[in-house]
């Protein structure tokens, strides 16, 4: 089955860092551009990230610049979202995805929620 | 605040029509393209549209997408209560070089 599963959400406190993975099966994820797309609670969906096929090109939005950096293993079908100086701000699902702006594969999501 | 502008709301009786819009700018849907998305409450989000006007496979042609200038617009015909949603338009902004969306548009179908 073509699928993406999420996982690494955790409570983290403020200041703190979280590592999500994205796990993909049923297809190949080295001939794809991923992202992660977030949502917080009552609010809309925002994209997070963006990396191309091969890894060498990145693209963030501005709030987690300098703080979050995505990456892959086309090795190990993987997806990752490293996630540094953690704000509340950033209490949201966090979706993997597959493609761009015109993604038509999502994972189910894994709550990331920064309290102290 | 959003970079592209949706209605926060619409509403329309099953088996109208309705559409939604999607307004941004010259360096996102002015010169990129648009996809929408339908967001069931507690579903991931499902692609309807892509590139403008194209519609993934198993996506009824009840729904459709156009584009003019820096606007697009998202129909939905022939509305069914299993519709009712939040619908959301995105695209790439090439001076933030980031995708961008909009703040979502819940769907009612009275």
């Known amino acids: 089955e073509v699928q993406l599963v999420e996982s690494g959400g955790n409570l983290v406190q403020p200041g703190g860092s979280l590592r999500l993975s994205c796990a993909a099966s049923?297809?190949?994820?080295?001939?794809?551009?991923m992202s992660w797309v977030r949502q917080a609670p009552g609010k809309g969906l925002e994209w997070v990230a963006h990396?191309?096929?091969?890894?060498?090109?990145?693209f963030y939005v501005d709030s987690v610049k300098g703080r979050f950096t995505i990456s892959r293993d086309n090795a190990k079908n993987s997806l990752f979202l490293q996630m540094n100086s953690l704000r509340v701000e950033d209490t949201a699902v966090y979706f993997c995805?597959?493609?761009?702006?015109?993604?038509?594969?999502w994972g189910q999501g894994t709550l990331v929620t920064i309290s102290s | 605040q959003s970079v592209l502008t949706q209605p926060p709301s619409v509403s329309a009786a099953p088996g109208q029509k309705v559409t939604i819009s999607c307004s941004g700018s010259?360096?996102?849907?002015?010169?990129?393209?648009i996809s929408w998305y339908q967001r069931l409450p507690g579903a991931a989000p499902k692609l309807l549209i892509y590139?403008?006007?194209k519609r993934p496979s198993g996506i009824p042609d009840r729904f459709s997408g156009s584009k003019s200038g820096t606007s697009g617009t998202l129909g939905i015909t022939g509305l069914q209560t299993g519709d009712e949603a939040d619908y959301y338009c995105?695209?790439?902004?090439?001076?933030?070089?980031?995708?961008?969306f909009g703040g979502g548009t819940k769907l009612t179908v009275l």
């Open positions: 995805t597959r493609g761009g702006v015109g993604a038509s594969l």
């Open positions: 049923g297809f190949t994820l080295r001939t794809h551009w």
């Open positions: 990396i191309n096929p091969v890894g060498s090109e990145t």
């Open positions: 010259s360096s996102n849907i002015g010169k990129n393209l």
């Open positions: 590139e403008d006007n």
């Open positions: 995105t695209s790439w902004d090439s001076s933030l070089s980031v995708g961008v």
